[in-house]
């Protein structure tokens, strides 16, 4: 199969990866895909329920094969999970790709995610664990990216219009 998804979504949790990516989608006129949601619905089972269960490194693993074919079928807006770059295969795959990078500083990004059990990396000491996570993964966002869109003190809606500027899919 050699579908292209129309723009890739990359960047932290709580960074607003998936709400951008269905207004993005309606504005494109494109079908929306999570990878998350594609995990969810192949496990039968939440996400914090497979790190629960199996451990980060047995998520990646299904994250990576889940990435890999959504990348090869979906032609619409794909929203990655926040740590689906850590993989470097799953970068390489990325290259030659219209990836966008949503970014935010970090009190915006307790503001967003606060104490939610649903992003387990995010359980126990929230600012800290995203300041060790964006130290980790900044380079690798910023390595992936064909363009960077800033969401602090943006809607999601100027977000969506940003994005679609920054890839000139649309003009202001
Ligand atoms: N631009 C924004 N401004 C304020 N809140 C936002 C924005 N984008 C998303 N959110 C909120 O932040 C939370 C995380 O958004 P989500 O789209 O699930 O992020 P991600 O998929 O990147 O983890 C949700 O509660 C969402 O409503
Ligand atoms: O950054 C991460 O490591 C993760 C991000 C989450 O997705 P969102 O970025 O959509 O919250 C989800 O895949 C999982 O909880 C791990
Ligand atoms: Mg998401």
Do not use: C
């Not at 309606?26 to 969810?40: H, N």
């Not at 990325?94 to 990396?121: F, I, Q, W």
């Not at 900044?138 to 943006?154: G, N, S």
């Amino acid at each position: 199969m050699s579908a292209v998804p129309a723009v890739v979504l990359v960047g932290p949790m709580g960074v607003g990866k998936s709400t951008v990516g269905q207004l993005l989608a309606e504005r494109l006129g494109v079908g929306y895909r999570d990878t998350d949601d594609d995990i969810v619905a192949a496990e039968g089972r939440t996400i914090a329920e497979i790190f629960v269960d199996e451990g980060e490194p047995a998520f990646r693993a299904i994250e990576k094969r889940a990435v890999a074919v959504a990348l090869a079928e979906h032609e619409g807006v794909l929203a990655l999970g926040g740590g689906a770059v850590l993989d470097a295969d799953t970068r390489a795959l990325l290259a030659g790709h219209r990836v966008v990078y949503l970014s935010m500083h970090v009190d915006e990004a307790v503001k967003r995610t606060g104490l939610n059990a649903a992003r387990p990396l995010l359980a126990v000491n929230p600012r800290k664990q995203w300041r060790e996570l964006m130290e980790a993964r900044r380079h690798l966002y910023e390595e992936v990216a064909t363009a960077v869109v800033p969401t602090d003190d943006r809607t999601p809606e100027e977000v969506t219009q940003q994005a679609l500027e920054a890839l000139e899919l649309k003009k202001a």
